[in-house]
């Protein structure tokens, strides 16, 4: 492991975390998830169905993965953090991936609401990952809170629109001190070649990979395009020019 | 008594602790997974076994679902 994602002093030889939503069945998400080499997947806490066959868990931790929580469907400071609390208790994990949606139709963060969370929870000992705004200033405030990485939108939540804004991503990888993980808005693998070679450290995809009709194929896409950016990010990319550099030599030209 | 679980009327006997009513509805208590949110407030799982849940109750008990 020569180049690891680092959260919390925890490593990760995947920059690939899953979203478990949006899988049609948990056979398929355990194949998507081996696909997608993730080392990190989250799960919801919703009332518990007495009919459940099967388990999101199992699946998850029988691939070897760690279980991230989130509190996806709050959208109060005051539910997420006692979501939080009942996913610590649930599953034995202070890593929460904190979500307060601020609006219905975008389900865009709510970041007043957010950063009030996040310093609740990060008092309590928790490590908090949290769903932002594309906004370096939001991204700067959440890591002074204590947050353990910095989780900002390319575009909403299963919109499939990509990086809408390619500029403000790219402010909140320069100014961050944490690992910064595009999360929401991934609709196909370049999305997330585009998010690494932004300078982002990892990537969450849920939507784009369990709701494509191939599930399975598509894991290993966004797997290899999170590899990809993330080399052409170290690699270092040429500038962009208005007019052409020639790449053969003008010297030596025969005078035909 | 009459307690809710998730939204829906349930009778468990008077005194019930949150074990006991988690078992008399088919959940395995001891299992990893379950959170339990009596009124607003997490009920730690160490304190399932303890204390009576007082009659009328609103219990919320959740589990790991597809998500994120």
């Known amino acids: 492991m020569d180049d690891p994602l680092v959260i919390a002093g925890e490593s990760f030889s995947s920059r690939l975390i899953l979203g478990t939503g949006g899988a049609p069945s948990l056979e398929s998400l355990g194949r998507a998830l081996a696909a997608s080499g993730a080392e990190m997947a989250t799960v919801a806490l919703r009332r518990v169905s007495p009919d459940a066959r099967g388990s999101v868990l199992s699946v998850i931790e029988g691939a070897g993965c760690r279980v991230l929580p989130n509190t996806a469907g709050c959208f109060t400071a005051r539910d997420a953090v006692l979501t939080a609390r009942l996913a610590r208790d649930a599953l034995e994990t202070s890593w929460i991936k904190l979500e307060v949606i601020g609006d219905d139709r975008t389900l865009l963060p709510d970041p007043a609401e957010l950063l009030d969370a996040a310093e609740t929870l990060v008092a309590e000992g928790f490590v908090v990952l949290p769903y932002a705004n594309d906004d370096p200033v939001l991204a700067r405030r959440l890591e002074d809170a204590g947050c353990a990485a910095v989780m900002p939108a390319g575009s909403p939540i299963g919109s499939g629109m990509g990086i809408a804004n390619p500029y403000n991503l790219r402010l909140v990888t320069e100014g961050a001190g944490v690992p910064v993980i595009l999360d929401a808005g991934v609709g196909t693998a370049s999305d997330a070649a585009i998010a690494m070679e932004i300078g982002c450290d990892g990537v969450l995809a849920a939507s784009a990979i369990t709701r494509a009709r191939d599930p399975v194929a598509m894991a290993e896409a966004v797997r290899r395009a999170v590899e990809a950016g993330r080399l052409a990010r170290r690699a270092g990319r040429i500038p962009r020019r208005l007019y052409a550099h020639a790449s053969s030599p003008a010297e030596g030209l025969a005078d035909l | ?68």
């Open chain 2, 1 to 68: 008594m009459k307690v809710t679980v998730n939204g829906a009327p349930a009778e468990v006997p008077p005194g019930a602790s949150v074990a006991e009513i988690l078992a008399a509805l088919g959940h395995d208590p001891s299992g990893r997974g379950l959170a339990v949110a009596i009124d607003g407030e997490v009920v730690p799982r160490r304190t399932w076994s303890e204390a009576p849940v007082a009659a009328g109750s609103r219990l919320e008990v959740l589990a790991a679902a597809q998500g994120g």
